[in-house]
T-cell receptor
């Protein structure tokens, strides 16, 4: 396996609530990226953290926020949940090195918003 | 923004036949990565291509990166039932000092009939 873990595996929330998803990266990886994968689609880039600072962001609103901690763990927070936020949320850890950056995905958290 | 198109969306083959999926980016990429995702699973890294015109092989899988670093292909020779899944290409650009996240294609669903 990739050595990347995520919790929880499944989660059910209602519209308007807030959720925190957690990821534990591979030891030594300085970068974590979060993706949203809707059913039948490819993963969509949410944002990336490098050495605890946001390093890049996809086309997601500010109610999607994150944190990266020195112990290789990270969080994705989503406020004011909407029905369309129902998806598989994936984190991927990597070690950035020149033009090569292999991203190792965790198993994901399946979020259902009712 | 950057777009990655992948075709075909679905491919039905008889076991033993070959399979190819194609990926095309709207912008020049720093690298392209390929992932396989089984139903209910998460993307699993297959390979990364960095150099213009690069060709890499993994047993029955052959990966190519175009000369302009905007297109790529994955070819599987003599498919087996274990090859079933969705194959995603994912392109990455490097801008300034940071990296963009991966931009995934929508994937090609490979269905194999015994």
């Amino acid at each position: 396996e990739t050595g990347v873990t995520q919790s929880p595996t499944h989660l059910i929330k209602t519209r308007g609530q807030q959720v925190t998803l957690r990821c534990s990266s591979q030891s030594g990886h300085n970068t974590v990226s979060w993706y949203q994968q809707a059913l039948g689609q490819g993963p969509q880039f949410i944002f990336q953290y490098y050495r605890e600072e946001e390093n890049g962001r996809g086309n997601f609103p500010p109610r999607f926020s994150g944190l990266q901690f020195p112990n290789y763990s990270s969080e994705l927070n989503v406020n004011a949940l909407e029905l369309d936020d129902s998806a598989l949320y994936l984190c991927a850890s990597s070690l950035v090195d020149r033009d090569e950056e292999t991203q190792y995905f965790g198993p994901g958290t399946r979020l259902l918003v009712l | 923004g950057q777009q990655v198109m992948q075709i075909p969306q679905y491919q039905h083959v008889q076991e033993g036949e070959d399979f190819t999926t194609y990926c095309n980016s709207s912008t020049t990429l720093s690298n392209i990565q390929w992932y396989k995702q089984r139903p209910g699973g998460h993307p699993v890294f297959l390979i990364q291509l960095v150099k213009s015109g690069e060709v890499k092989k993994q047993k029955r899988l052959t990966f190519q990166f175009g000369e302009a670093k905007k297109n790529s292909s994955l070819h599987i020779t003599a498919t087996q039932t274990t090859d079933v899944g969705t194959y995603f290409c994912a392109g990455q650009r490097r801008s300034g000092g940071g990296a963009d996240g991966l931009t995934f294609g929508k994937g090609t669903h490979l269905i194999i009939q015994p």
